[in-house]
């Protein structure tokens, strides 16, 4: 008969039964499980599916010789961006790198967009968003608020690929509770792992994905969300005094990060079920999609451009929320100046407070207000960097739910082991 060999869920090594202790030991990280804990998360991970995650793309169609009369793509020789624009249009510049763009051929065969959200919002707000947003920025160099100018402003409509899919499957977490004590001068410390499962579904409807290698996936994503009960069925007529971006990017090449954002929505979804642990850690998720559609649209977004310092600075702006999205820079002189006077002001006061206890007769390291004082001040510098330079993916799709969807078939929390670990303290600081 063949060896059974059973992984350890801490270290994956194979696990050994031991005769003395009648549990299971992992020989490479010296846990130890009970077999009915060890039988039940085994029995629990063997009932996992096959996972689907297939796109429907039958609503994607081409344009018809009569739809693309008028439209011409006008591309750029300098960064071989390919822009659609009215066959009327006499003259224009490239949105990405400002050189003019030359009528390079008749629109044909390309997919018509689905769906087209029209611009809601003007240039004078674009523009007036981006002043407010370098408004009160405390780290911001002085120089830039004081010389910046934008250079140019560009309305575009950014092809997206979007993705509908009902998401059933489960999600497997590793959670931990942490409890710590005293004993003499020692202090102890007992985490107790976690298989923490959870069976269900969630809808989600209209999750974009950016279709232009041209246009940062980053900064459109960081203008999101966009709200579809905006979006109109795609008529040329839309596309009169404004220019759209030829996608470049295939539906296929979009498949993963489309798949990407459901699961993390998906993982997400599931966490907000879950209480009681201190941590929770994805170690696992098995989807299957269904009522699936991936179609085509077209999204507004003002690009606007500065320079400083001789170096570019770009934003965008959300074309139907306003939401705006960029880099700024940072002043190194202001945040060591901020950093320090947080530290000085939270720091005194918490070795101030020390200090009076301590004169009480409490023994507490005076030390310890400048280190949380530190702590705070850096935290405060992180949060505040943060909104110097919002540009990032977004992780999951919660913008994108859809109401009411989310239902959990099955709640299943597994003990796995539990690792103590004790620290020797001083004998004065275990005095009460």
Known sequence: MANLEFKCPCCGGALNFDNKSQNIVCPYCDTDFTAEDLKEYTDDIEENGKEDTSWDESKIQSYTSDEVKGMKIYSCN????????????????????????????????????????????????????????????????????????????K??????WIF??????????????TRTWTSGDYRYKEVKHYSVVRDGGIGFTHVPVDGSKKMEDQLMESIEPFDFNQAEEFNAAYLAGYSADRYDVSKEETFGRATTRFRQGTEAAFRRDIHGYDTLKVTES?????????????????????????????????????????????SPLKFTLFLLLFWLIFGGAIFGIAFAISAEGFEIPLFLGLGVGLIIAIAIMILWRRKMKNVRFQYGAAHYEKPGSLRIDRRKDIYLYKKV???KISSSNSKK
Request: hydrophobic share 35%; with cysteine; aromatic share 12%.
């Open 78 to 153: 300098s960064c071989g961006g390919e822009i659609i624009c009215e066959e009327t249009t006499s003259s224009t510049s490239c949105p990405y790198c400002g050189n003019n763009l030359v009528v390079s051929k008749e629109l044909s065969g390309d997919l018509k967009p689905n769906y087209i959200i029209p611009f809601k919002r003007d240039k004078v707000f674009a523009e007036n968003a981006l002043k407010k947003f370098i408004r009160r920025r405390p780290l911001l160099p002085s120089s830039f608020a004081k010389t910046n100018t934008i250079q140019e402003v």
């Open 155 to 160: 309305s575009l409509y950014v092809p997206f």
């Open 164 to 177: 509908d899919a009902d998401v059933n499957g489960r999600v497997r977490f590793e959670g931990t509770k």
């Open 286 to 330: 098995i989807l299957q999609f269904s009522n699936t559609e991936a179609r085509y649209a077209l999204y507004p977004v003002w690009l606007l451009h500065t320079k400083w310092k001789d170096n570019p600075f770009y934003f965008a702006v959300n074309g139907e929320s306003g939401k705006i999205a960029g880099n700024l820079p940072v």
């Open 421 to 423: 670990t004790c620290t």
